[in-house]
């Protein structure tokens, strides 16, 4: 399984939103720069600190032209309770075959769990950082905003 590196063109891809929408990569390229979080699962302590720190960053985010994707393999249906429960304002995408996970080269943990790995694209659709972390929930949205601010 290859991995993205920095300065890689993003390969495009297809997923299901919360709400079953059908979303693409290509939707944002050439008009946003984009922060794509792959996370394990809804709703777990780990990734709830994440997609809170997020969250609570938001504005933060689209006051300088990104938007914020959040994808695991979890169903639209537990995305759209996840979103629900913790307010989150930005897509989360269902990856359930974890094809999208596979295209990143998205490492396991421990051969097992869904890695958590912070990808920030530029608008052109080039990877521009790399954040990988399974235990700084934070830094992935402190990363993620330094480099959004430096394009």
């Known amino acids: ?5 920095i300065g890689d063109r993003t390969p495009n891809f ?7 929408e059908k979303v693409s990569l290509e939707d944002f390229i050439g008009k946003k720069s984009i922060v794509i979080y792959f996370y394990p699962k809804d709703d777990t302590p780990g990734c709830t600190a994440e997609s809170c720190a997020f969250r609570d ?9 990104a938007e914020v994707i959040g994808i ?6 537990s995305h759209q309770k996840f979103a629900q429960k913790y307010n989150l304002p930005f897509l989360l995408l ?3 075959n ?3 996970r596979k295209l990143f080269g998205v490492p396991a ?3 097992v769990l869904p890695g958590r790995v912070t990808y920030v694209i530029d608008k052109e659709g080039i990877v521009r950082h790399i954040f990988n972390s399974m235990l700084d929930f934070s830094a992935h949205v402190d990363e993620a ?5 430096s394009l």
């Open 109 to 111: 943990t421990l051969f």
């Open 145 to 149: 905003i330094k480099t959004i601010k």
């Open 72 to 77: 695991s393999g979890d169903s639209p249906e």
């Open 98 to 100: 974890n094809q999208v």
């Open 1 to 5: 399984m290859a991995s993205l590196k």
């Open 94 to 96: 269902s990856d359930t």
């Open 14 to 20: 297809t997923l299901p939103s919360a709400t079953g």
């Open 57 to 65: 960053s938001y504005e933060t985010f689209t006051d300088a032209g």
